[in-house]
């Protein structure tokens, strides 16, 4: 079998497409990948598996009450009912699956961020930086929530991460939708001239300033603690680890995938209920 071409003969945009491909299960065989290679393997399967658990997170700890969207031109609007808030209400009736995503990505971006900033450091170590960085962003969908304070579409400034691997500069944004962007995926350069206004280059973020939005004792912390504590029952238990991604078959990924989604889920489930009974 021919070996494939090395990564840093061809451009950022074809590696970029070539390891989202992978994703999708079209990827070569382990033994035939360079040391760079399965440095990028390693943090594409890293990067998608943190994407899979945010996206089952954020509409569980959605409280608004969304009764109905409106969508025309390049809005998607929310209608809000002015109840008590409650995690995990449902969505209208034959909402659109990408309308639901977007506005449970809506505004979402620093907790998004906050959960799984350490999550990435550790895990991707040696094998890709991970920055935390803002921008304004130029939406192609503008997406909110009509509810008493909130009137209209308000622009804002938005938190994705930077992560530098081989010759590869990408934005990771996990609440990609809220913008009506194609991926969560997207080349630096790209970010600069067609997502941050003005051409502005994403700047890092006061990390700890950014971490203190998230009081010592509130929900936020306890779901980050949670989180942590149920992707560590996984890896004792040997269904799930992130360091073995990698390496499995696109079948075994799957199902690794599939195990710490459920396993992470259920304890997100017990502590939104446990949070609706005292609140």
Request: with cysteine; net charge negative; aromatic share 12%.
């Amino acid at each position: 079998m021919e070996r494939p071409g090395q990564d840093d003969e061809a451009s950022p945009q074809e590696t970029l497409e070539k390891y989202v491909k992978m994703l999708d299960g079209k990827e070569e065989e382990e033994d035939l990948l360079s040391d760079t290679e399965k440095k990028y393997k390693y943090t594409f399967c890293v990067l998608y598996t943190v994407q899979l658990l945010w996206k089952m997170i954020a509409p569980k700890i959605s409280t608004a009450d969304i009764r109905q969207i409106l969508v025309w031109e390049d809005h998607v609007v929310g209608l809000v009912r002015n109840t008590p808030p409650a995690f995990g209400r449902p969505y209208p009736k034959g909402a659109k699956e990408q309308h639901e995503a977007a506005l449970s990505a809506y505004r979402q971006c620093d907790l998004a961020v906050y959960l799984t900033f350490d999550l990435l450091q550790r895990v991707l170590n040696d094998k890709a930086e991970v920055t935390w960085c803002h921008f304004h962003p130029i939406p192609t969908l503008k997406v909110w929530r009509n509810d008493p304070s909130t009137r209209e579409y308000t622009p804002y400034r938005h938190v994705a991460f930077r992560i530098r691997v081989g010759a590869l500069d990408l934005i990771y944004d996990p609440t990609y939708e809220q913008f009506g962007w194609p991926h969560f995926f997207y080349l630096w350069s790209e970010c600069v001239k067609l997502r941050s206004k003005d051409n502005k280059e994403p700047k890092l973020v006061n990390v700890a300033e950014e971490r203190a939005k998230f009081q010592a004792g509130s929900f936020y912390e306890k779901l980050l603690e949670w989180t942590w504590s149920a992707l560590k029952d996984c890896a004792e238990g040997d269904k799930f680890t992130f360091g073995r991604l990698h390496r499995l078959s696109q079948a075994e990924r799957q199902e690794a995938w599939d195990h710490v989604v459920e396993a992470v889920g259920m304890q997100i489930d017990i502590l939104c209920a446990l949070q609706d009974l005292t609140a």
